[in-house]
């Protein structure tokens, strides 16, 4: 089960630290976690993914809780262009990327 | 730009009409994939392919029909569609592995825009 649980929508104000959840609660110790996100109109894109450690990189930061259960994607000041379907997904097997409905966020000017 | 290129972006057929959706990706990339996009509904995986070969079919009705000759190059067949058909279709690559466990990225195409009347 690939299960991953996020809020459908989430609001933040333009120039704002954003945390979004994501449950993961029966990930195995080899799945990585995968952030993705969709524009409007566009595919989705890559963000981040982790196995254990926090990463960062140019996009966002991505904490994950010791537990593996959990973790937060970091927008660390969320811009207009931020609005998207942000996505967090467990590929488990070899190549099964399963998405689920993800979260909206909206970003107030 | 992505390096995966779909086409066409738009698409209309009718219900009787044979017709491909390509992808093309430059990348480097070993596996492919394609996910299809309904309206208000999360993306569901079709098909996946690694090194050319399919690894999974995820009970797609036999009116879809995916051919992978390289590994740069996907297609996906369409004929006697059905109105319910209509969504976006969504191509990826990832860089894939001989391995068990695949950690890398997916990387989208922008998508072909299918309406079935």
């Known amino acids: 089960d690939a299960k991953t649980t996020q809020p459908n929508s989430m609001e933040s104000n333009e120039e704002e630290p954003v945390h979004l959840p994501c449950n993961h609660s029966t990930i195995s110790g080899t799945d990585y976690i995968h952030w993705y996100r969709q524009l409007p109109s566009q595919g989705p894109e890559y963000v981040i993914h982790g196995l254990t450690s926090n990463v960062n990189n140019r996009m966002a930061s991505l904490a994950i809780a010791e537990d593996r259960k959990s973790s937060t994607l970091i927008l660390h000041r969320a811009t207009l262009r931020d609005a998207a379907v942000y996505y967090c997904i467990r590929p488990t097997g070899t190549y099964k990327y399963i998405f689920g409905t993800g979260t909206r966020l909206k970003v107030l000017a | 730009e992505t390096g995966v290129t779909q086409t066409p972006r738009h698409l209309v057929m009718g219900m009787t009409n044979k017709k491909s959706l390509k992808c093309e990706q430059h990348l480097g990339h070993n596996a492919m994939y394609w996910y299809k996009q309904s309206a208000k509904k999360p993306l569901e995986l079709m098909f996946v392919?690694?090194?050319?070969?399919?690894?999974e079919n995820n009970s797609v009705p036999s009116r879809f029909s995916p051919e992978c000759p390289n590994s740069s190059h996907l297609f996906l067949h369409l004929h006697t569609l059905q109105p319910e058909d209509s969504a976006l279709y969504l191509c990826a690559s990832s860089r894939g592995t001989s391995g068990d466990t695949n950690t890398g990225e997916l990387f989208f195409g922008e998508g072909s825009r299918l309406t079935v009347l």
């Open positions: 392919y690694n090194f050319k070969e399919q690894t």
